[in-house]
């Protein structure tokens, strides 16, 4: 009786050169975005935002009493970020750069912890008692944010975070009474040097 032959591996056919070419453009895609830069940063919404801080440093320093001033700078922090997101969103949409890109949610997430935390502290610091800090720590928390979430964008973004921090310390230990003078010249002043300067140097 003859030996019975061995089975012949069945051969795998390669996969189809056009799957490994979509494969491979894949990976090329997904590794350049990831080194990409959020670029959407609107220089024209930051002057626009610096408006409005100087606008409201003038009205809070009119104001008799403490919850009064919180009100207008929280009313302007409102109008700021519907600015800053409308701005964004229009220069995103005319550079056709997605939003929701990896660069976009990465700034997005270092943004906005920050601010959220400036968030919570603020009613915790209001209803103890001290006021006075307020100033220091929305700048201090606010330039960490724009730090944090600039290390994805272009250069000057983090530049003017870390400005808004060394201004953050310096109100932390100033008198009570330069409080609307150093908001003014932080959310006023360096967003409209700084959103000058990307407006003329990033495309708006």
């Known amino acids: 009786m003859a030996d019975p032959q061995p089975a012949r591996p069945r051969l795998v ?21 990831g080194a990409a830069f959020f670029t959407a ?7 626009a935002v610096g408006v409005t801080a100087l606008a409201a440093a003038w009205i809070g320093s009119r104001q008799q009493t403490t919850w009064a001033w ?10 700021a970020f519907l600015l800053t997101t409308g701005a964004i969103a229009w220069k995103a949409r005319r550079s056709e750069q997605s939003l929701f890109s990896k660069p976009g949610r990465r700034f997005a997430l270092g943004l906005f912890p920050p601010l ?11 209803f103890s008692g ?14 960490t944010g ?11 973004v983090p530049v003017m975070g870390m400005a808004f921090m060394a201004l953050g310390a310096v109100a932390l230990v100033a008198p009570p009474s330069w409080r609307d003078a150093l908001l003014a010249a932080g959310f006023g002043g360096l967003h409209i040097l700084f959103g000058l300067f990307i407006a003329w140097r990033h495309g708006g």
């Open 13 to 33: 056919p390669p996969p189809a050169l056009h799957l490994r070419a979509m494969d491979n453009l894949r990976f090329i895609r997904e590794t350049m975005e």
């Open 41 to 47: 940063v609107s220089g024209i919404g930051e002057v």
């Open 70 to 79: 919180l009100q207008v700078w929280l009313w302007d922090a409102l109008v």
């Open 116 to 126: 959220i935390a400036g968030a919570l502290l603020t009613p915790v610091l209001l």
């Open 130 to 143: 001290n006021v006075g800090v307020l100033p220091g720590l929305w700048l201090l928390l606010y330039g």
């Open 146 to 156: 724009v730090v944090t979430g600039g290390a994805f964008s272009v250069r000057t």
